[in-house]
């Protein structure tokens, strides 16, 4: 899970270029909140979760904004917000408790 968050604050120029940046953050953020919310055993837990790591990637972008290379990105916003939603339905469909 740490990896996650340094990895996309790493400056720009130390990493090589990466063939599906779109598709790593919905993978990431995805993994992140399916992980997270098989871990809780509420419903309303679930939520939180998914929101946490919604709000988490949100932090992280605007972080960006303060590493040399990086910048804020509505596009991975929107790559975040469809691995969340994407971990949601699945969470959905899975039995919990």
């Given at each position: ?18 063939p599906n940046d779109k ?31 919604l709000a988490a990637s ?40």
């Amino acid at each position: 899970m740490i990896a996650i968050p340094l990895g996309c604050l790493l400056p720009f120029a130390w990493l090589r270029a990466l063939p599906n940046d779109k598709l790593l953050h919905f993978t990431a953020f995805g993994s992140m909140a399916l992980l997270g919310g098989r871990l809780v055993s509420t419903p309303l837990h679930i939520i939180l979760v998914l929101l946490a790591v919604l709000a988490a990637s949100w932090v992280i972008e605007v972080l960006q904004n303060l590493v040399p290379g990086r910048r804020f990105c509505w596009r991975d916003m929107a790559a975040n917000l469809g691995g969340v939603l994407c971990a949601g339905a699945c969470l959905a469909l899975l039995p919990h408790g």
